[in-house]
């Protein structure tokens, strides 16, 4: 699932293969943070902007912008999708790699 892309925001947000949010700013803040660590800084919201900037390298704005995927994300999130894709993900490796060994 994404969130936004760079075409129409200053951010890439996006669901990836890990099960986290990948937050990317510029090809210099590429920076995936799982659920676990979104919902602790959603408990305390302010925060974020500040954080964001310090990370990112943002405006504000664009923090704020960047708390609505972190929202979005948050409420998506699903660990049991999350587990079964994973699940699914190494089958298929381990199928190609027995497909290349034989």
């Known amino acids: 699932m ?3 892309r760079w075409s129409n925001s200053c951010w890439y947000a996006f669901y990836n293969v890990n099960g986290k949010l990948s937050l990317w ?16 800084m959603l408990k305390q919201e302010e925060k974020i902007p500040e954080f964001l900037i310090g990370v990112y390298g943002c405006t504000e704005a664009e923090a ?3 708390i609505t995927y972190m929202k979005y994300f948050a ?4 660990p049991k999708v999350c587990e079964e894709y ?6 298929l490796i381990k199928r190609l790699k027995d497909m290349r060994d034989e």
């Open 64 to 66: 704020h912008e960047a």
């Open 25 to 40: 700013y510029d090809m210099d803040h590429i920076i995936d943070i799982s659920y676990e660590e979104i919902s602790d």
């Open 75 to 78: 409420e998506e999130y699903d």
């Open 86 to 91: 994973q699940k699914e993900y190494g089958d």
């Open 2 to 4: 994404s969130y936004a």
